[in-house]
């Protein structure tokens, strides 16, 4: 009994240290997870194109099988007309028609859905080239800001308020307050004192 009890507490304080060891907080599993994201996307979606390529391959044998039974179906058209008697003729003709119409109607579908089948995957794979692309961009963005050191906020600064001091102020200057030179002032010469000194020159 006792070797029982010491295997099973064993094994308990096992599993307590392995799930100790495993212990990863949700936002790092979340985190975990979405840089899988894109390859997972990439990975469906060619799951996806192949089995879009593998209906595409199907339909189209049908659609070569169909139209070789539209050939048959105009040969027997053909063959009811050149019969000779009429009540055979006309159960022929009723026969072939009906089935080259069928034949036309399911050649029609087939089409279709071909198109389709090739519509989808050729968005399927528009997608994954921008699902590719895309993790390509986020593998190389954590690269880089797992290499970039992270720098140190530096704490904010507070500015002190400028002072605003009182300027002087100026009181206007009347006319007979400007000095005298502004009245013989170099601006006013006359006509014969710009002759006089054009002629020294």
Sequence with gaps: MPRKRLAKN???KSQKTQQSG??????????QA???VPTALVAQLSKEIKVLRQREKQLVKVLKKTNAQLNKDKSRLLAATKSKSKVAKKKLLVAAKEAHQKTNATIKELS?????IQKSAQSFIEKQLKLSALGKIISQFNKQWTNKPIAKKKPAVKR?????TSQPTFEPTTQSSLPTMIENSPMETSSEEMENISSNL
């Design 34 to 36: 979405f840089w899988k």
């Design 10 to 12: 064993t094994a308990k």
């Design 112 to 116: 279709v859905k071909l198109a389709e």
């Design 160 to 164: 002190k308020p400028k002072v605003v």
């Design 22 to 31: 495993k212990f990863m907080p949700e936002f790092e599993l979340m985190e």
